[in-house]
């Protein structure tokens, strides 16, 4: 698993990303600087995501920007989240095309365990 989301941060816009189940997270390439960003974003996504499904909503991604930084958050199976930390400048299309490639990643490495 953290080797998919360490191939997410070699990208030059992605600076760190997290995988979460439920409130918790699973793994974690956010670096140490920016650990208050990755709090502060499992507690918004966790909360956007769980209204959203109170609402029967499929909205399944949301940004917040924090400071220079954006947090995107991407609704994946079930209640796991993926949280990358980038520039605010970093176009969202980048990160949204990623966590595409990711995700299937993600999927593929369900089916083989």
């Known amino acids: 698993m953290i080797e998919l989301l360490e191939a997410v941060d070699e990208l030059d ?11 918790q997270v699973l793994s974690s390439t956010f670096p140490a600087s920016r650990r208050h960003h990755e709090t502060i974003a499992k507690k918004a996504f966790t909360y956007v ?5 109170k609402l029967r909503s499929t909205h399944d991604e949301a ?21 990358c930390l980038s520039s605010k400048q970093t176009n969202v299309v980048n990160v949204r ?17």
Request: net charge negative; hydrophobic share 40%; proline share 0%.
């Open 63 to 83: 940004h917040l920007e924090i400071g220079e930084k954006r947090v995107s958050g991407f609704k994946l199976e079930g209640s796991q989240i993926l949280i």
């Open 13 to 23: 816009f992605i600076e760190g990303c997290c995988l979460m189940q439920a409130d």
């Open 49 to 53: 995501f769980t209204n959203a499904s």
């Open 97 to 113: 095309n990623n966590v595409r490639e990711l995700y299937n990643g993600l999927q593929q490495q369900a089916q083989m365990a």
